[in-house]
């Protein structure tokens, strides 16, 4: 995996994770549960927020195996629903913040990379004519933008998933029966790496993933071209210097 792009992927993930977790606690401590602000975890500061496994071993055997990419998960931001005003309503919001956090950064980052397009620096980070990555101030400017939309809404999206300790679990967690909330409990971290082993070695997943990619797009009339264009150019990284 380049240098280069890890010099600009980590310190974005690190913020994004970071930014994530903070809302969360930000959302909970607004509806009446201080438990993450005493904990220390009501700060953009990261090290409170690093969890061993998710921010310090996933990445790692990420650059190790030469996956291409990286990506990593926070620790859960501790909340106590009985200190909430209204439990039910609320853990929905805080739910919710963490992805909203992460979609409200990717539109943040968007903007900036058209004011950047507008002032005349490559957006795109990379030379078209000897497809290598641009090292001057203007480039990893655009690539810190471009990579933190694309980390941005990877995190908002995949948080969205139903599987615990994501925070789509936390959304429906309060209307699920005791029973089916212990047995969902019980998957614990190991939801996550369940979640990238399907999505990098279960071809059918990956198939039904971008189907339902290129069927959202189709439905707002973005052809299917500009999907797979707009992906090659993500993967900047790939390409050899």
Sequence with gaps: MPWHYLIVAIPIL????????????????RRGDDTARLAGRLTLNPLPHIDPIGTVILPLVLIITGAGFIIGAAKPVPVDARNLYDPRRDMLAVALSGPASNF??????FVLLQLAYMAGLDPLAFNHTTFQLELGVAGFLSAILKLGILYNLILGGFNL?????????????PYLTPE?????????????????????YIQPVQNAFWRNVY???DSVDIPGWMIDEGYQRFMFWRFEQ
């Design 161 to 173: 998933l139903p599987i615990p300790p994501l925070d789509g679990f936390g959304i429906i967690e």
């Design 180 to 200: 089916l909330r212990m047995r969902f409990r019980q998957i614990g971290m190991m939801g996550i790496f369940l979640i990238f082993f399907l999505f990098l």
């Design 104 to 109: 409200l950064l990717a539109a943040g980052f």
């Design 14 to 29: 690190l913020f994004s994770l970071t930014f994530h977790e903070a809302a969360h606690a930000f959302v909970a401590n």
């Design 215 to 217: 069927e959202a797009t």
